[in-house]
């Protein structure tokens, strides 16, 4: 699926709308209940069923997918009181990674990336928001990135289910991060499966891979840079919804995204060697076949044109007399091929 | 239209001057008068009259268009009380995109991008002032941007009719910012209908539409950057005249206007791509016709030559009285010719 | 005029000495008088004579063109008071664009672009002093750029001739600034010009011209920066010497001197877009010159061959004897050449 | 040994594991006690004995070799009180060298390069904490990097041995950046050879050479850029545990990570330089063997094409039965022949 | 002389020891004491008689030539008491260019350049050390530099014997500067004269001088840079072996710093300029080879063609018997090729 750089429905206030592709057919929500003592999960159409059960003594954790119904929004910003602002940058699928602090609660949108089979990847836009005792995700469509720490959160002896929401926060963002290493390591093997090809005979194709790869690289860079300054950002603004130990493990998180971002230029770099070598095999291999038609010429036209003097037609050709015309024609012809080919060999022709 | 990047007319100060070219022929005011209970919207030529029926109790629209006659200018600067060198800008329509605060009003100029059939962008200068109850806007020529705002101010329930000038003058930025979205749209499906053109079959027309896509995309770099610092500037300088509820807006087209700009670079680099691609490709399909050429040069040079040597008329050439001498001749010459190619297509030159 | 980069004569301190070339024959002082009441005007070779009239309860503007007669520097200098270091910076020709601020006088250099018919631009450098009440201009050569403020100062009714001598001094670096623009204009019509002709018939004088505009930039590109830190650096470090409203026009011409660089930078994206394109175009009308070769070859040779086969003296070659032998073979010949024109043209060759 | 630039077990936090290669068989823990009158060297692969025998009191060097034993970090951890993400980065081989301040100790990661025979540098990473009176150093693979500060140590009369573990701590880092110098070395000699390679006879493996010191310098700059900011962050957070003298000595190795840096652009720039002349060379190489066939074939086609002439079969051809017939085409073919060589010397084409 | 641009021997700390080239025999010091009414100069090889000789309240100056004496480094190092990383800073002679201060003096490492009449640059390390009433210098070998400054310190009326230490200190930095000079001018006429060579007959060995102004450009490059650090540092630093007046005497070093700094980079655009130039050119000579041959060729095959099928030995061949066959064939094939002479001529193929 190739994703547009820039979203066409402008960006334009008014009615909540959403804009982007309808990527999964239904939207649906999870909600996570726990504490120490307690885990609940429920998986429903309903908003406004879940919306009823939710206690704000615990922790909870709602995880939207599928974007398109609006509606769900509309109820879930009432309820947590979100700015308009917030619910039009989650409806707005094509966001730029961001960090905003509200009084109530903090807002956080990144990409994130799934693994694909295929050569390009597969990404969606996710928008965070935590308060309190509440974790709100919104994604486009269903991904198992967070599945670890659905797991972790119903073992009663992990850190995310003994801690507040704000580690949760941190393991949502952590997992985020993580994604794009996945999308590295394509690259990577991409890289080097090509380098090899190149090595051993170039093809035209080769140079449209090249442009793929250089293509993904771009994204991964439009969608780690800003998310690199929303973290940071996160990690300056202190707000008393993050503890200082959570604060220590966005850190973390930080250090990782700086990593990924060292990665996607050092691949960058290793992209534009790749078109280098192409270009110079592409040319070596041309450069290759004309030195055989160059040398093959240079031998034959020369022979040719003796071969051709004693094709005229003249009547007063003396040499066509000769006994040993034809033979000594034949031999100078060889001795001349001959002395061009050594003087080639000798000038490091071939 | 091809515009230029600099004006000719220098920006000597001295008497008020139009400095940039007619593009509409008649100067109109359209006079918009506002507030919860009232909507009145007046279309002169007259300047006198509008000025006379401004009432700075209510909110007050006055959108110029048409900046040639200077008269008009003059009247509305000494009513409204614009600094000399602000009018001066406006003038010039060649001016950078920026931001001044004044101690009673504050000064705004950008770029403004339309829609166009045509390959080169469409664009006029903007220039909008913001006093306590008045917003004044300056344009070359009528553009059809505006035309949601007047219609949601026509709306009493809507909230610019309800709210103050600040809120109005946010959503003429916002306007302002996604036009640049309609200009950077058409250089994304013009790149994509450019990608495939050149991978099916480059031609050297293709060379003159890339540069014309990194003009456009230069233009674009060149009103957005500034007009980023503007909105930048706009924010941070907190002045009486945009309330607190206004400047998160604003927060939020800045946003957008980084996201145009990260869409800019992007596409630049797409373009310096396809531009690759335009090269490869014609360095490509030059090859593949001089590869032709060599092969059947190398195939035929060497077989021309032995028929230029049966050709010699020597009196004494013992293979020419032979019986099989043609047969064997042509089987010679087409076993050469098989056993090129086949060294040919061992070392995968075709 | 070719200008050397760099001067040869080093910097070292000592004597003061005159370190560039003698563009104009005399020294010549001009000396301008002027308050709301009156206005003076002596030209004079006689610095002395000069000196004397100077009265410092006036507006006093005192113009020195031509720099290699050191001694009137040095009357100046112990007449204003001006550092050592100054004079010596007035008398490198040589000097970077810059902003120093003395306890009784500003001290400002610049370069000053003038209109010329040929290729490369003229330029000399100009030294700004301006004290309490007067003025002092340095320069290598006359120049026409400050024509309209001595028309204006003539003139009773003009702001500068009614204003204090910092007036004055923005007029003057307003002027400078709008030097810039002229040569701007020249690089622009000749991208022009040069981009037709490259289309039409790229020749290989053009990538010379092409050189000599990029060499045009770098130096306008190499006097507008500092040129930009210079004029920033003035309006930072507040003055008594610049009141409050020259101040706010100082900050227009550093707007225009930004919009000069935006120019500027945009000229170079576009001059090297030029090269691309005359390096293209040179490319493709080389390649379709060899396609033509190309074409033609690969149609003649094999039918020269066939041609070179019924040539040979074989006696039993049985073709040769048959009627319609000879048509026969011109028909094979014929069909050769057309199948091949036809394989051509569907693998759009040409 | 290829190392891949981004490790592929992604950083999710959990339980401790190892992500990297195994490159040493056994895991060993070197200790040494020392201060100025005592030194006591163990080393053991039994962490437990070893943790018994520390006494704080001393200054005390652990090293570690061998990472994918966590169960001795494990034990180290919880003696010395080491943050769990700490233990995380020592376990992570491929993390980005960094510099970071706990309440109890200073904890900094590095690339350390090792001389090699081979064409790629072989490299490691290395975690250092320093406490109170603790050095704790973590590699994956022994080197004899820090042989000689061993030795140093055991000399009572050094003064690394008589001072307080930050001493140690520098000579540690010390040779880390040391260490940097000796691959740099490598690159600068094999850039000499192949610059001399690449005059004689350029070849087309010189391409992959090139590439891969391209490669190594992307290495090189990825490991020193963090590696400054470490030193410098390391620089300015003053804490307890270096004392002012060892300060001023960090300053030293931030110059010569520093020099290291430079030196690393300066070969960037020599690389791409000698990219360029394998380039050029290579092209030079083609266009004179290119050279030669076009000389050789713009003098025997035309001279071909008159032997051919007179090879035409045509009853009446007047020359052909003229006595000096055949000498005089053969005089006015090698003028034709010797006018063209004179020609194209000339010309200045051979 | 080839440099290094990285010293082979690390940095390791330990012994004092020359880290460089012994580029001069004899090591030597020359000592010259002055104030306003005294002057005396000696140069011994005796750095303890020298020594002696210092009075502290005199102004002194120590210049040392050859540092492979590590000896007397000891000593000058205990009178002055000079930390032993500066000292070991002054035997590294390739140092980074840089500032630092003591409490009792400042320390400066700066490159020097000589003049030289070869090809590529001659440069040495300086370092300059200086107190309250001395200051030291350190080269690797004897320069004229320096020359102009004893002169003037012989004269009593100049400004250099009448100050303190540290306008002496300024002398000293601003010579070393305008040594930047002089390898820019060299620069600056090579470029002209290989412009002016490759537009007339661009030749192989052009590639390898323009490599060598490269190679230049980033020694300068690199060695102005730091300095200027150094330099503003040293401005910004203020201590009070500097005084007010020489402050701004050292601003104006700073300002031709820049001014080198600007020139380089210049100069590098302009050498990059070179390249486009020399390969345009290049590339223009081997397309105007080959023009030629394309033409000839595309002239020629074909009439040779018809050459080759009059000379066919078919049977029946009415042509061959018309007594006009020969002269309307001759007639055809001449017809032939000044067509197609036209038809290139008018597509203005040459």
């Known amino acids: 699926m190739k994703k547009k750089f820039i979203n066409k429905k402008g960006l334009a206030p008014g009615n909540l709308e959403f804009h982007g592709e309808i990527v999964s057919e239904n939207s649906l929500v999870e909600f996570i209940e726990f504490s120490t003592h307690k885990f609940n999960r429920h998986v429903s159409s309903n908003i406004e069923e879940i919306s ?13 997918v599928g974007l398109h119904n609006v509606d769900y929004l509309k109820i879930i910003g009432e309820k947590f009181k979100i700015h308009r ?21 903090l807002f ?20 965070i928001i935590i308060g309190n005792s509440f974790v709100l995700t919104f994604q486009e469509k269903e991904s198992d990135v967070f599945k670890i720490i659905k797991t972790d959160l119903e073992r009663n002896d992990s850190k995310v289910r003994n801690s507040k929401c704000d580690y949760l926060f941190y393991r949502i963002i952590d997992s985020i991060v993580d994604s794009f290493y996945y999308s590295l390591e ?4 991409d890289i080097e499966v090509l380098e ?36 940071s950002k996160l990690q300056k603004e202190s707000s008393e919804l993050i503890s200082q130990d959570t604060s220590t493990y966005i850190g973390d998180v930080y250090d990782h995204c700086v990593q990924v971002l060292d990665g996607i230029e050092t691949y960058r770099d290793l992209t534009s060697s790749l078109m280098d070598l192409y270009m110079t095999s592409m040319s070596n291999k041309m450069n290759e076949v004309m030195k ?21 037609n003249f009547e ?6 000769l006994k040993w015309g034809y033979p000594i024609a ?19 022709w071939f």
Request: hydrophobic share 40%.
């Open 196 to 231: 090899n090809q190149i090595h051993d005979n170039p093809k035209s194709e080769n140079h449209k891979q090249i442009q793929e790869l250089k293509r993904e690289l771009i994204l991964l860079r439009k969608s780690a840079y800003p998310l690199r300054e929303a973290i």
């Open 85 to 105: 602002l917030h619910l039009e940058d989650i409806l707005n699928t094509d966001h730029r990674p961001k960090f905003e602090k509200q009084n109530n609660y």
């Open 186 to 189: 394509k690259v990577s093997s």
């Open 292 to 312: 055989v038609l160059t040398i093959i010429s240079t031998i034959f036209i020369p022979i040719t044109f003796i071969a051709g003097v004693y094709g005229m």
């Open 108 to 127: 956080f949108v990144a990409k994130l990336f799934s693994k694909t089979d295929g050569t390009t990847s597969n990404y969606e836009q996710i928008s």
């Open 52 to 64: 009823s059960k939710i206690d704000l003594n615990n922790q909870n954790w709602l995880s939207f």
């Open 330 to 348: 034949m031999l100078v012809m060889i001795l001349l091929a001959v002395g061009m080919l050594f003087y080639f060999k000798k000038k490091k």
């Open 316 to 321: 007063y050709m003396p040499e066509l007399t």
